[in-house]
C-alpha cells in the first residue's frame, strides 16, 4: 500500500473511532514515552500483590470523608486499564487533579469485586 494511502486509511479509521477509544490510544502513546524512563507495567497485566509502577492519566480525583479517616482516591487510566490509588488519612494533595499525568508505585491489592487498587502509593508527577 503506497504511504498516501496508509495515511488516508489511518485518518479514516479514526474519524470512524468511538471517542473513548481515541482517547485510550492517546493515553497509551503517552504512558508509552513514560515507561521509557521508568519501569513501568502496563494496567492490564498488573497482579494482585504485586509490587509495580503504573505510568497514566488521572481520570478523577475525589476526597472521601466518610468512615473514620479521610482519604484522597484517584482513578489512573493508561489507555489499557485502570486502578484505584488511595492516599489514606490525606484531605489534599496538592498537584493530583484530573488529566495529571503520573508514575505511581506501590503494592497492587485486588477489592472483592475485583477492581484493583494501590493504597498510599508513592508518585511522580508528569509534564
Known sequence: M???AARVKDWLKRIAAPSQELFA?????????????????PIER??????????????TVVL???GRSPSVEAELFDGTGQVALVWMGRRRIVGLEAGTRL???GRVAQL???RLVVYNPSYELRP
Open 2 to 4: 503506497a504511504p498516501a
Open 25 to 41: 490510544d492517546e493515553i497509551r502513546r503517552t504512558s508509552s514515552a513514560d515507561t521509557l524512563d521508568a519501569d513501568t507495567t
Open 46 to 59: 498488573l497482579e494482585p500483590r504485586q509490587l509495580a509502577a503504573v505510568a497514566g492519566r488521572l481520570r
Open 64 to 66: 472521601r470523608t466518610d
Open 103 to 105: 508514575v505511581a508505585r
Open 112 to 114: 472483592g469485586d475485583g
